[in-house]
């Protein structure tokens, strides 16, 4: 069982940064491949950002790629999610998620464990 709580959201401008961060509680954690998600008023949720267990490994959705960079650390249990030049389009409520298991990483129904989100907001 793994329980997730983001933090960092907020309003700001286009063009500018922040920096997400999902804190884990559970043993099982570092055993955890995690992503990120979002989801857009009246869209569904997409995909955004995974990264392997060890942190090796990330992967991201062509629309934030070379903007967003994933990172974890597993001492700290928790999973970060810099966001840089971000746009009006990158605004939704983001989302930590746990995958204990195998599937794909792209799919929201691989990812067992959720946060409640965080709304980030961006004006142009």
């Known amino acids: 069982q793994v329980q997730l709580v983001e933090s960092g959201g907020g309003l700001v401008q286009a063009g500018s940064s922040l920096r997400l961060s999902c804190a884990a509680s559970?043993?099982?954690?570092?055993?955890?491949?995690m992503g990120w998600f979002r989801q857009a008023p009246g869209k569904e949720r997409e995909f955004v950002a995974a990264?392997?267990?060890?942190?090796?490994?990330?992967y991201y959705a062509d629309s934030v790629k070379g903007r967003f960079t994933i990172s974890r650390d597993n001492a700290k249990n928790a999973v970060y999610l810099q966001m840089n030049a971000l746009k009006p389009e990158d605004t939704a409520i983001y989302y930590c998620?746990?995958?204990?298991?195998?599937?794909?990483?792209?799919?929201?129904?691989?990812?067992?464990?959720w946060g409640q989100g965080t709304q980030v907001t961006v004006s142009s």
């Open positions: 559970g043993r099982t954690f570092a055993s955890n491949a």
């Open positions: 998620a746990a995958r204990p298991r195998g599937g794909s990483r792209y799919s929201s129904e691989a990812y067992d464990y």
């Open positions: 990264v392997n267990w060890s942190g090796s490994s990330t």
